[in-house]
């Protein structure tokens, strides 16, 4: 995941910062950026520099006009994945903005600094659209919802997002995630007083008011509680507890009626891997279809039309279950070539990189004897006893094969081989969940 990202003019001056908690401070992150910049600049004549290491990180950025874009990010992230990210907030960021830079004039650091703090907003957008590659979010404990129920309660909760109330999010006491839209740091914030919050609201069973000097000025948390569930806003100063409660009555009503019992609780990953493509997940286009419409003006000066008539194809055919390995060899492309391609599409809200899920049917006689009628020759019969228990809808493919050690492609060539035995899917399949 990102550690910053920053906008700053050629001359130093810093307009936005982008940070996810990390110790450095903007003015030193900026002096380290132009410093690694002008000395790789004397020693080469290389006019494409996209990346500089040094080492456990490595600074990835674009340029736009007299503006740098810059991610500061681990040594092992995939820098074409951050340039996609960076190209479009650039855009993003030109085209919200244009009036106030052209028309600043007041060059201090703190009063440009102040005009884009909005921004936020729209780098939570675009990091939020890249959930699928593992690094980029990073994962709490979380409470597994079918997709309906969740769909449903996001929908109810950009109701109550109007005016003075920001963002909102429902949590367990026990700090797993029902759902949320608040920015990155004030999740943090939330999370570390959580056991606070949960004591204070079961004493006054109140929503209650909290200041955090994580939070934006003029803003605050507001708390609820429901049973064993807290709903938190984020609100401006001018309004009152009373009035966010009955605002979002609805949210927590839909909330409150939540049963958790028996719904499975995902725990955050360990250890980040980098950020980058995985061959086993599969490219999912976003509202099921895309044309060559909608690609062929972001990646004409990248790819020939040869290229977006391809993919559009090959994504069509296969309906969100071709994996980047199976798309990267279809279309002819290299792995670095494909994740700018694929990035930038993610960035644009095109596609989504998804984890893919199997679930093989019970392993009965009727079974049996199908794998008799078809002939599977003993290798693959040998991969699918290996990979039979993960097989469960709730394992994803890559983890399947860390687990196994067989490499990804085998084991989707041997289920992909079963048919109808074997459901697919983006999401963990859960037991009354149809497959995608």
Not at 316 to 339: F, K, P, Q
Not at 347 to 373: H, M, Q, S, T, W
Request: proline share 4%.
């Amino acid at each position: 995941m990102a550690q910053e990202i920053v906008i700053i003019r050629n001359t130093g001056i810093p307009l936005f910062r982008y940070s996810t908690g990390g110790p450095h401070k903007i003015d030193e992150v900026i002096a380290a950026f132009l410093s690694a910049v002008g000395s790789f600049v004397e020693s080469t004549t290389e006019q494409e520099i996209q990346a500089i290491a040094f080492a456990d990180s490595k600074f990835v950025w674009v340029e736009k006009g007299d503006l740098y874009f810059i991610a500061l990010v681990r040594k092992d992230d995939s820098v074409e994945i951050y340039r996609a990210i960076l190209k479009e907030l650039a855009e993003r960021f030109v085209g919200k903005y244009y009036e106030v830079l052209r028309n600043t004039d007041d060059d201090s650091s703190r009063a440009q600094y102040s005009r884009f703090q909005s921004f936020a907003d729209t780098v939570e957008l675009v990091l939020r659209r890249f959930d699928g590659i593992p690094g980029i979010a990073r994962r709490y404990h979380t409470i597994l919802l079918p997709p309906s129920v969740l769909h449903d309660l996001k929908s109810v909760l950009s109701s109550v997002e109007r005016e003075e109330v920001l963002r909102g999010a429902a949590l367990t006491d026990d700090g797993h995630i029902i759902v949320s839209n608040l920015r990155m740091y004030e999740l943090e914030a939330l999370l570390d007083m959580l056991v606070s919050i949960a004591g204070q609201t079961a004493a006054e069973r109140l929503p209650i008011t909290i200041v955090h000097p994580s939070l934006d000025m003029g803003t605050s948390f507001v708390a609820s509680r429901c049973d064993e569930k807290i709903v938190v806003f984020v609100v401006t100063g001018s309004v009152s507890p009373e009035s966010v409660e009955n605002k979002a009555r609805a949210f927590l009503n839909l909330v409150c009626q939540l049963d958790l019992s028996d719904v499975p609780r995902v725990a955050p990953v360990d250890e980040e891997g980098p950020v980058a493509l995985n061959e086993e997940d599969v490219v999912v286009p976003v509202g099921g279809e895309i044309t060559a419409g909608a690609v062929e003006t972001l990646l004409a000066e990248r790819f020939p039309d040869s290229v977006h008539r391809k993919l559009v194809g090959l994504l069509g055919r296969h309906r969100g279950l071709i994996t980047v390995g199976e798309l990267a060899r279809d279309a002819g492309l290299r792995m670095s070539e494909l994740s700018e391609l694929l990035a930038l599409l993610v960035a644009r809200g095109v596609v989504r990189i998804r984890p893919l899920y199997a679930k093989v049917c019970d392993r009965d006689e009727r079974f049996l004897a199908y794998l008799e009628v078809i002939g599977m020759p003993k290798r693959d019969y040998e991969i699918l006893d290996a990979i039979w228990e993960y097989c469960d809808g709730k394992t994803p493919v890559r983890v399947i094969s860390a687990r196994t050690h067989i490499p990804p492609s085998r084991i989707l060539e041997v289920l992909r081989a079963l048919g109808n035995n074997v459901t697919w899917a983006t999401e963990p399949i859960l037991e009354d969940a149809r497959s995608d």
